[in-house]
């Protein structure tokens, strides 16, 4: 019965123990009666993921595999394109590089953050991350060096990267009341989670993916350095392009 309920969200319970269940189906239950409630008061809430959303930092998994044969650096913009896949191939992660912020720069979605504080009140707006509960701290206190106060217990680190954890957190968000839900995070597969489950309950969302804006010039000229030895720096008028690449194969 559990297992089902938790199914009916697209939550997975593989690898969850007997309490884990009962807690996370005490949840759903939680919150489908809250959405079958007829006069509910509007609450709202905002939910930003950390890295490549509201803030971009230096930071690295370390990797290894067969004792320390094989080691792979995997920085924090790489890793939820590849740590799933790595995870399956028998890779061992450390993630103690991601308890600090390091050479912290703003992300895409830092003045939406300051925007939603602003609208709602700091008490509303959280930060739900994939780091460990210890990156709190420093996580806070870099938020609070760009103008940002929150609570420090609005900023939860998960110590777990799948879409489901955090399709779960904000499923008991929902249970506390919340019903007006924004999300967002750079992630697909994190954003498709949390939308899945807040679409099969009564609840006002709105979930979507942080993208990072990107200078295709420099990545074209670098491209060009790498393919046909003309430095990035170099600039050329129309006229002289089309002399310099006259006799250049069409596909090169």
Known sequence: ???????????????????????????????IENGRKKKKKARGMSTFDFDETVGVSENYV????????????????EWPLVGDQLLKEGWKMDFTDFNRVTNGKPGPLMQKMKNQIKKYGSENVFILTARAPESQKAIHDWLKSEGIEIPIENITGLGNS??????????????EGYNDMYFVDDAMPNVKAVKDVLNQLDIKSK???ALMSKNLDIDINNIM???????????????????????IKRRR
């Open 62 to 77: 370390f990797a290894t595999k067969g004792g320390l044969k094989q080691k792979r650096k995997i920085a924090s913009a």
């Open 162 to 175: 799948t879409g489901e954890a955090k399709a779960m957190w904000m499923l008991e968000k929902f249970s």
């Open 225 to 247: 350095d790498h393919s046909l030895g003309i430095e990035p720096q170099k600039v050329f008028s129309k006229a002289e392009a089309k002399v310099r690449g006259k006799d």
């Open 207 to 209: 979930v979507q993916q």
């Open 1 to 31: 019965i559990l297992d089902a309920k938790l199914k009916k969200l697209g939550i997975s319970t593989k690898n969850k123990s007997f309490t884990e269940k009962v807690i996370d189906a005490k949840t759903y239950d939680l919150a």
